[in-house]
């Protein structure tokens, strides 16, 4: 039997629909995400990103300095590797329990974000915060 055009596009519509962000869609600057970076990073990663938090002498494996997140990947910001990481979704055995896993913490309202490959994809707007945040304090060679 075949579908008829309606019925496509009205499944296509309610498709869109369940993936429409909501709240409100304004980019966070890095400014929001300072502020849930000093609330839920800094223990570990330090006020400046670069791992030397109060928790770090803690720790068996040293938490990551993050302002070198881009100079590691060839000067390129891997946003959906990072957007991975601190979620929890791509978080492997090798890296170990020390990272936490924020994505809970973080789901709220939905904003469409492109990581770069040119697809808007709805993804809370905590988690786009910290990325815009770590993404600034980027170093520079």
Do not use: W
């Not at 519509?13 to 869609?25: Q, S, V």
């Not at 913490?105 to 815009?132: Q, W």
């Amino acid at each position: 039997m075949r579908a008829r055009p309606f019925t496509l596009s009205f499944l296509a519509a309610l498709t869109l629909a369940a993936c429409e962000p909501t709240g409100d869609t304004a980019m966070p600057g890095a400014s929001e995400g300072q502020r849930l970076f000093m609330e839920n990073c800094a223990v570990c990663h330090g006020a400046d990103g670069k791992g030397n938090g109060p928790m770090a002498r803690a720790m068996t494996k040293a938490p990551a300095n993050l302002t070198l997140i881009a100079v590691r990947n060839g000067d390129t910001f891997p946003r959906a590797r990072v957007l991975s990481t601190i979620d929890g979704y791509a978080r492997s055995a090798v890296e170990g329990p020390n990272m936490p896993e924020f994505g809970e913490l973080l789901r709220g309202d939905l904003i469409p974000l492109d990581t770069g490959d040119g697809v808007e994809t709805p993804t809370p707007r905590k988690l786009v915060a910290l990325l815009e945040y770590l993404e600034s304090i980027q170093a520079t060679r």
